[in-house]
């Protein structure tokens, strides 16, 4: 007989953020497998490791006790966010990434961080 299990076993998986996140990280492992091999040690893995970093750090937060510490973490997640987009601007402009996987990262990274930022404002003033 076989019993159906809840899908969300832990609760950063109800999250939305966390969600798109994870999109944003495929998005970026995919847009990254056709760098240059030389890229493989640089460029390659450190968008990779921000894009993994966001979803991540946004996991790890929901695991803290107060607000204010889950806040912390999002801010985190924020910044590695930001450095993606740094990158994927690098990328763009020495050829690696073209117009296309650029604006598709930069667009979800534009949603993301206005959810993050909606995120920690919600905790922030939620611990007030």
């Known amino acids: 007989m076989l019993i159906e299990?809840?899908?969300c076993m832990f609760n950063f998986e109800k999250l939305d953020v966390w969600s798109e996140a994870m999109v944003l990280a495929d998005t970026v492992y995919r847009v990254t497998k056709d760098f240059p091999e030389g890229e493989r040690f640089g460029?390659?893995?450190q968008m990779r490791r921000a894009a993994v970093s966001v979803?991540?750090?946004?996991?790890e937060g929901s695991s803290r006790h107060s607000k204010?510490?889950?806040?912390r973490f999002v801010e985190i997640a924020a910044g590695?966010?930001?450095?993606?987009?740094?990158q994927s601007f690098i990328a763009?402009?020495?050829k690696m990434l073209g117009a296309g996987a650029h604006e598709e990262?930069?667009?979800a990274g534009e949603k993301l961080g206005k959810m993050l930022s909606g995120l920690r404002n919600h905790l922030t003033a939620a611990s007030r």
Do not use: G, W
């Not at 204010?68 to 806040?71: E, Y």
């Not at 590695?80 to 740094?86: A, H, K």
């Open 5 to 7: 299990i809840a899908i």
């Open 43 to 45: 460029l390659t893995v």
């Open 55 to 59: 979803s991540s750090n946004i996991a």
């Open 68 to 71: 204010i510490d889950f806040a």
């Open 80 to 86: 590695s966010l930001f450095e993606l987009i740094s």
């Open 92 to 94: 763009k402009n020495q």
């Open 105 to 107: 990262i930069y667009l």
